[in-house]
């Protein structure tokens, strides 16, 4: 049965402080690896990532996919509050499976 | 250029009544998503659409049935609704299968 696990399933920082947060999946036919951010509505997309070992940043966001190890990390540095949110990872097969998500709050 | 839209934002049915839940997407994506999201469960994929013209169901169809009326449309149907579909909808499109998919603000459901 395909499942994406992502841990931990919440974590209360600091501002300043550097986070990472982890997915890991099992899906049959995996094409690529997305990061979203929720806030109070609907996730926004971050990042997709399709080849091992590739780093993608935005800003003081970056990702990396294991696809040996059938993992991807999202590290923020230099944690802001308007970074608190939900941070979903989803699998992409032919559909899309998400994870149940990691619940960042970063306190002032 | 509006991205995803969904109507209406907040419903109250009680259990048996029917509703749809109407989904559209300006952006000339070939595939769109319908997706419900519970507490501790993440999004959960219902049905989607590769294309116009297809539909296949996705983790949770069961109680639900789709429409992809046309390229821009699809809509998300519940016959008989029961307690256990209260939830958040999300409605989403991608240029294709496999990438990154657009969120529409969702639709909150209560079912009494």
């Known amino acids: 049965e395909d499942k994406v696990v992502q841990s931990p399933l919440s974590l209360v920082v600091h501002e300043g402080d550097t986070v990472t947060l982890n997915c890991s999946y099992e899906?049959?036919?995996?094409?690529?690896l997305l990061w979203y951010k929720q806030e109070k509505k609907a996730p926004t997309f971050l990042f997709m990532l399709?080849?091992?070992?590739i780093e993608k940043k935005s800003g003081r966001l970056s990702s990396i996919l294991d696809k040996k190890e059938l993992f991807s990390i999202l590290n923020i540095t230099a944690t802001q509050t308007g970074d608190s949110a939900v941070y979903l990872c989803?699998?992409?097969?032919?559909?899309?499976?998400f994870g149940a998500g990691t619940r960042l709050t970063v306190k002032p | 250029n509006a991205g995803v839209t969904q109507t209406p934002k907040f419903q109250v049915l009680k259990t048996g009544q029917s509703m749809t839940l109407q989904c559209a997407q300006d952006?000339?994506?070939?595939?769109m998503y319908w997706y419900r999201q519970d507490p501790g469960m993440g999004l959960r994929l219902i049905y989607y659409?590769?294309?116009?013209?297809?539909?296949d169901k996705g983790e949770v169809p069961n109680g639900y049935n789709v429409s992809r009326l046309n390229k821009r449309e699809f809509s998300l149907r519940l016959e008989s609704a029961a307690p256990s579909q209260t939830s958040v909808y999300f409605c989403?499109?991608?240029?294709?299968?496999?990438?990154?998919?657009?969120f529409g603000p969702g639709t909150r459901l209560l079912v009494l």
């Open positions: 989403a499109s991608s240029e294709h299968g496999g990438e990154t998919q657009y």
């Open positions: 899906v049959t036919n995996f094409r690529s």
């Open positions: 399709t080849s091992s070992g």
């Open positions: 989803a699998a992409n097969n032919n559909d899309m499976r």
């Open positions: 952006m000339n994506h070939n595939s």
């Open positions: 659409s590769a294309s116009e013209g297809t539909t």
